[in-house]
């Protein structure tokens, strides 16, 4: 069973930085896929940064250009850098990986999720 093993958040000023990990355990897919999402109170999940299958990194709007994305393949690490974090960003972030093509921005088509990691950005 694949396991998920979130680390990093926590609480800073608007324009400080954060990073958040996520270390991907008893991974047997071939190729896979794995994301950073956030949910705010009252809010869905949306899809903040993904890395596909083939490699390609794909971000929100509002994470471009602010948000960089990385993994260590060799011991399926995911971390997310975000910098100039914005009241805005406040939100419980997930780490999820799936196997399969396409719909990375949907939070439906995957099927491992982490437990979660409060940011919160003050003004």
């Known amino acids: 069973q694949v396991e998920l093993v979130e680390s990093g958040g926590g609480s800073v000023q608007a324009g400080g930085s954060l990073t958040l990990s996520c270390r991907a355990l008893?991974?047997?897919?071939?190729?896979?896929?794995m994301a950073w999402f956030r949910q705010a109170p009252g809010n869905g999940r949306i899809q903040v940064a993904t890395?596909?299958?083939?490699?390609?990194?794909h971000y929100h709007p509002s994470a471009e250009g602010r948000f960089t994305l990385s993994k260590d393949n060799a011991r399926n690490i995911l971390s997310l850098q975000m910098n100039d974090l914005r009241p805005t960003d406040t939100a419980v972030y997930y780490c999820a990986l799936r196997s399969g093509w396409g719909g990375w921005f949907d939070a439906e088509h995957y099927a491992h999720w982490g437990q979660g990691i409060q940011v919160t950005v003050s003004s």
């Open positions: 008893r991974v047997t897919y071939i190729n896979f896929a």
């Open positions: 890395i596909a299958t083939d490699g390609i990194i």
